[in-house]
């Protein structure tokens, strides 16, 4: 028997990058968790470009590594840095920022990392205020004598810096170690130099000159270095619980789904099991007020389903033997039995838990300057402490030194890096978590910061203005050709093709009990129809440039065709060993909610575009209902993807919004690109925004998310700019020749541990927007 251990490391050992193929460990920054499957990445270009489109890299057959559930691990990662990734907690290599679960698990409220700094905060309180009351007023209360004050300052300091304060000394020491200067490197620098310069004050005095007495001893500082730690600690608390916040959308999202499942046995013996033993294909029995465990389909039953946790819509939608219903959602009124489709990492509640996660990773084009000035923003404040020390220690009045070093030290704590770090990604998470609540999804935060600047939004029809669930109505036939012969012979053909018009007509043909035939060779032709042959019969099936691309002519039935178009309706051209045979035509009803949202969007300054695969009659018809002056019809999916092109070459930014695999490569190259969440998987892996419930007016809501988040980010951003341009200065005493004011120490790191929250609590509001 193989070792199952010498198995894993193998695998360890024989990573394959999936996009390029190049040999990785798993000891790679850059990875991704996918279908039970860690996938590891070369560099974050490699990992960027299969998350954007995993299944064109799936193919190529090399695998990730299996994470089961005995040796499955959670995933942290740095908020401001996430390629950052490792399966334990720990702090940021380069920002030294705590890290967080890339997706918080329910009932894991209690971060370590929190409970470790509250511990040390409060256990060294007493020891912080003792430390400060005795340099305030121990020489007015003359409790003892000034060189044994300062040894008792010492004592009462040494458990702070070296047991509270030690893990800002470990974080600013791998700052230097991975060459990633940090807001604890500054941290670190400051409170070291502030107590080492007073430890050797107090062992050695006679090293300084007199000019440095004060009070009968040396002048010491141990209070500011006691103060500044328990300042620090104060604020890594209030920021670590404000970070919480952040991952409340996504606790939300994954508390909705139910422990267990009631499986029905072959036996029919009934049992309630839990949720990660469901598989494909079990009978599962949903009770009334209980939730639909996994996706699936109903066999048995009819009821009222509450999709508003997913979809965001209010009222409950009815739902009979064989509609499909969604994990999570809950079932109102009546018994269900359905069956398994999806479970775990497949339903869409793990997808959509998946895509909000990694969008709440992903970095905004917004935060490069921010990168780029935190780059070289340690180096600058290094520099001007050490101006400030000697301009003090040379210029400055007595005792000169004693002031270039309290200067030196402010200017060191004050500066935060970390504040300019979070200024953007804070936002992201709150905006992606408000934007699930409400059915809108995106897949990065690109996606949030340009949807504001969409000038033109392209629509497709069928599915996405259209309720996307045609009716049939009727089959006009050609002389020698009958009605039912022509809706079977479609029906039979159209069992191969997945488009909802051809469910459409495959559906009443059923219903009529007609006798269908498996095709002996069936064809898609995307965006105009289906050929194949049944028999001797060679027949194809679509709209007129399907008919004129194989030579058919339709001139025969091409009035009644155009009547029919004009009202509103799809018509399709049923073609026997080349001769039309006939007209299938099926209505697709106007979603009660299009001509709202495209108001909305109007009012907005949205120039609106319809681009459809069905006939350009039938296009204008409904163009002219919902107020769409430029319409196209016939439209091919290259077609649909020159139109984004030709749009994007005339200065437009294009939103496209789509639903089937036709409109999959407009939509990734239009500047957004907008999935229906009721459509295909293509295209919503295609798309950067998916709207679950398929409601266009989630486009309207999400641009009004987008500028509200991109006003918020450039809030936190002004705020960090403006906060260490003032607070520098102030820290190294430009403002002392005017007003005799200097910037204590202790001030300058409560300044610095608000700045965070203050940045962190400004996007919080984006929960209220």
Not at 198 to 212: E, G, R
Not at 237 to 258: H, Y
Not at 270 to 283: N, Y
Not at 333 to 349: D, F, Q, W
Request: charged share 15%; with cysteine; proline share 5%.
């Amino acid at each position: 028997m193989v070792d199952s251990n010498c198995q894993h490391a193998d695998a360890l050992s024989n990573l394959k990058d999936p996009v390029c193929g190049m040999t990785v460990t798993s000891e790679s920054r850059h990875s991704y968790f996918l279908n039970e499957l860690m996938y590891y990445f070369c560099s974050n270009g490699c990992k960027e470009k299969f998350i954007r489109l995993p299944n064109n890299y799936l193919d190529k057959g090399l695998g990730g590594l299996l994470i089961t559930k005995p040796v499955a691990r959670a995933i942290y990662t740095c908020p401001m840095h996430p390629e950052i990734q490792q399966d334990h907690p720990g702090s940021c290599s380069l920002c030294g920022m705590s890290l967080e679960p890339l997706i918080p698990e329910l009932g894991e409220d209690d971060n370590p990392e929190l409970f470790s700094f509250q511990r040390r905060f409060w256990w060294t309180l007493p020891l912080t205020i003792a430390v400060t009351a005795l340099a305030m007023f121990g020489h007015q209360l003359n409790l003892m004598v000034m060189r044994t004050q300062t040894w008792a300052e010492l004592f009462l300091t040494l458990p702070i810096v070296l047991w509270a304060g030690w893990p800002f000394f470990q974080r600013g020491i791998d700052s230097i170690k991975n060459r990633s200067p940090n807001m604890w490197t500054l941290i670190g620098l400051g409170t070291s130099a502030a107590f080492m310069y007073s430890v050797v004050a107090t062992i050695a005095p006679q090293l300084f000159p007199a000019s440095f007495m004060s009070m009968g001893r040396i002048g010491v500082y141990f209070e500011a270095s006691a103060v500044i730690i328990s300042l620090t600690l104060l604020g890594q608390i209030l920021e670590l619980k404000a970070r919480s916040q952040t991952s409340a959308a996504i606790k939300s999202l994954l508390g909705l789904a139910p422990k267990t499942a009631r499986r029905i046995r072959a036996a029919g013996v009934e049992e309630d099991i839990p949720l990660e033993r469901v598989h494909i294909g079990d009978s599962l029995r949903v009770r009334p007020g209980e939730k639909v465990p996994v996706d699936g389909l109903i066999m048995e039953g009819s009821s009222a389903i509450d999709e508003s946790m997913l979809t965001g819509e209010p009222l409950p939608v009815s739902k009979k033997v064989g509609d499909k219903v969604i994990g999570a959602t809950m079932n109102t009124n009546g018994a269900l039995i359905i069956k398994a489709e999806r479970v775990g990492s497949s339903t869409v509640l793990a997808q959509i838990v998946q895509m909000v996660t990694q969008a709440q990773r992903s970095r905004a084009p917004m935060q490069r300057m921010a990168d780029v000035v935190a780059g070289y923003f340690v180096f600058v404040v290094v520099l001007v402490a050490l101006i400030s020390f000697f301009a003090w220690g040379f210029f400055g009045p007595d005792p000169s030194w004693v002031f270039g070093l309290i200067n030196a030290v402010s200017v060191l704590i004050i500066a935060c890096p970390c504040a300019l770090g979070l200024a953007t990604p804070m936002s992201i998470m709150v905006a992606t978590g408000k934007g699930a609540s409400k059915g809108i999804l995106f897949r990065d935060a690109a996606a949030i910061e340009n949807l504001r600047k969409v000038t033109t939004l392209i629509i497709d029809k069928t599915g996405t203005l259209t309720e996307g669930k045609p009716i049939f109505e009727q089959v006009v036939a050609n002389p020698g050709f009958e009605n039912d012969e022509i809706l079977r012979l479609a029906a039979s053909l159209d069992q191969g093709s997945e488009h909802p018009l051809a469910n459409a007509i495959v559906r009443v043909a059923k219903e009529r009990q007609l006798m269908l035939d498996k095709p002996d060779h069936f064809e898609s032709i995307s965006g105009i129809g289906v050929k194949g042959s049944i028999g001797t019969l060679n027949l194809a099936l679509g709209n007129a440039s399907l008919m004129e691309k194989l030579g058919v002519s339709v001139t025969s039935l091409a009035m009644q065709a155009e009547q029919l178009r004009s009202e509103g309706t799809s018509v399709m051209h049923l073609a026997i060993n080349g001769d039309l045979a006939g007209l299938l035509v099926v209505s697709d009803p106007i979603k009660a909610t299009s001509a709202e949202a495209l108001q909305s969007l109007r009012d907005a300054g949205l120039h609106i575009v319809m681009a459809t695969g069905d006939g350009l009659t039938t296009a204008k018809s409904v163009g002219g209902r919902l107020g769409i002056k430029e319409v196209y019809g016939e439209v091919k999916p290259m077609d649909k993807l020159e139109l984004v092109t030709r749009l994007q070459n005339e200065g437009c930014i294009v939103a496209m919004a789509g639903d089937g695999i036709n409109d999959a490569p407009a939509l990734a190259k239009a500047n957004v690109g907008i999935a229906m969440g009721t459509g295909t998987d293509v295209a919503i892996n295609s798309a950067h925004i998916t709207l679950v419930k398929g409601d266009l007016r989630g486009i309207a809501v999400a641009r009004s998310l987008s500028e509200a988040t991109v006003r918020n980010m450039k809030q936190n951003l002004s705020f960090a700019f403006l906060y260490n341009s003032f607070g520098i200065p102030i820290a190294a005493g430009l403002l002392y020749p005017l007003t005799g004011w200097l910037l204590s120490p202790m001030i300058a790191a409560f300044a610095m541990s608000m700045s965070s929250a203050s940045v962190i609590g400004n996007a919080l509001r984006l929960r209220g927007e």
